[in-house]
C-alpha cells in the first residue's frame, strides 16, 4: 500500500504443541506482528532493526488505530495460543490460524481449540465484526473447532449467474 511492504508473522511453540505457558506472566505469550517496511528496496538506506517498542500494542484497541509513528503493530495471544499456520494476505487482510492446547495427557486424543483470525494488516482492525462499523479486539478471531487448524486458503469463484464470491477455507 502507497508503495510500502506490511509484513505478517505469528510465534508459537510449533516444535513443543502442548506447553501450556507459565500462567503468572503473559511476557512468555506468543504475538502476532504486522510490521511496516517504509522502503523495501533499500533505495534510501538500510532500515535500523526493529524492537516490540517500535511498535504498537493493539491487542486490547477496538477500530482501526493510527499506527503512526510506530513501525507497525502486534497483539498477544491468549495464554498458551501459538500461531501454528503461515498467515495468508487477501486484499490487505491477513488470515492465520492458532491452536490452544488443552494440555490433555493422550497425544491420540483430539483437543485444544482451533482459531481464525482475520484483521487488517495495516492497523489490525477484526474481521469478524458483523454488520456494524464498530469493532473490538475480539472481532479478530473465531473458534473454529477443536484439534489442530489447517492453513487459511482463499478462493474466488463465480457462480453459473456471474456472481462472484470470496471462499476462505
Do not use: H
Not at 148 to 166: E, F, H, K, M
Amino acid at each position: 500500500k502507497n508503495n510500502k511492504l506490511w509484513i505478517g508473522l505469528g510465534t508459537g511453540e510449533r516444535a513443543n504443541l502442548p506447553f501450556m505457558g507459565s500462567g503468572a506472566t503473559t511476557l512468555d505469550n506468543n504475538r502476532f506482528y504486522s510490521v511496516l517496511d517504509n522502503d523495501p528496496l533499500n533505495a534510501t538506506s538500510v532500515a535500523a532493526p526493529l524492537i516490540e517498542t517500535n511498535l504498537l500494542d493493539v491487542t486490547s484497541l477496538s477500530g482501526c488505530p493510527v499506527i503512526s509513528p510506530s513501525n507497525g503493530f502486534f497483539f498477544v495471544a491468549d495464554e498458551a495460543e501459538k500461531f501454528v499456520t503461515p498467515p495468508e494476505t487477501f486484499n490487505f487482510f491477513v488470515l492465520t490460524a492458532s491452536y490452544v492446547p488443552t494440555g490433555a495427557a493422550s497425544p491420540c486424543t483430539s483437543g485444544g481449540t482451533a482459531r481464525i483470525y482475520g484483521f487488517k494488516i495495516t492497523c489490525g482492525q477484526g474481521l469478524f465484526a458483523g454488520p456494524s462499523a464498530a469493532t473490538s479486539a475480539s472481532d479478530r478471531s473465531v473458534d473454529i473447532g477443536s484439534g489442530l487448524p489447517t492453513a487459511p486458503q482463499v478462493t474466488i469463484t463465480t457462480d453459473p449467474n456471474g456472481q462472484s464470491s470470496i471462499l476462505v477455507n
